[in-house]
């Protein structure tokens, strides 16, 4: 594992501080902690049988506060350990909520515009697709599988240390075609209801937008009139890439067994399954389903369609 790959998983480096924490604390509990506690109870009994003697001896004993001074310093723990100890449940609770619960994330891009935009943070659910063992993301226990219109979270197949977010178009075995900028599911036409222009904000551009019906999901998606329909010169060559028919007016594609098909709802302005291939089970990360904050644009908190 390459070192940009540690440093670009957070779950590994929570889980490697989390052992490390955890460790010392175990460590200090059931040994170190005792060790001190013998210590202080040998030097206390030192100090106890000074001052009797001295007392028998007619010489004034130390004053009692010695006694909790000794024993005090004595008990006290060292600095990295008593860190380490007030680390170890934080950095654990956080690393159980992340893994197995929720997960935060940050729009970097904007593919899935006008759903998600620039600075969306937004909230995964990591449970909903079944539990994963951290880190290693294995599949442990089925919950659901990804649906048709799912806005979902995945590790990216050409760079795993990226976490990639898309809808979902295409489940095993669907058949996907693309052409003219129109997406048909199994034979089926995907329906679509023309909406006002929207306004970039990234630039004082109109895109023509569009509500996509997709198995019941309505959600909004953009057209760049002008761009065509896919760019072939941009697609890679990717696992199980015959099941995929390429043309000038678009695609067809069936969807391999544990893969599937991703696409931006900036369906212009979106790198996705269109030109690097299925995303498989394993990748997946979970489902997301809320703007919990967009510190430009308080209006965007909410669910997400």
Known sequence: MSLQVILG???LILFVLMVLTGVIWCLDVFYLAKQRRAAA?????????????????????EHGGSRATIEAALLRQPTWI????SFFPVIAAVFFL???????FKIPSGSMVPTLVIGDLILVNKFTY???LPVLNKKVIDVNDPQRGDVMVFKYPRDMSQDYIK?????????????????????????????DDYLDDEQPVYHKQLQENLAGVPHRILNDEPAPTLNLHQVYDFPNKEACDYNEDGFSCVVPEGNYFMMGDNRDNSADSRYWGFVPNKNIVGKAFLVWMNLGNLKRIGGIQ
């Open 9 to 11: 998983n957070f779950a």
């Open 41 to 61: 109870d040998r030097a206390l009994a030192d100090y106890d049988a000074r001052n009797a003697r001295l007392s028998a001896e007619g010489v004034k004993a």
């Open 82 to 85: 008593e860190y380490s100890g």
């Open 98 to 104: 992340r893994s197995f619960l929720y997960e935060p």
């Open 130 to 132: 079944g539990i994963r």
């Open 167 to 195: 809808r979902v178009i295409g489940v095993p075995g669907d058949k996907i075609a693309y052409e003219n900028k129109r997406l048909t599911v199994n034979g089926k036409a995907v329906g679509y209801t023309p909406l």
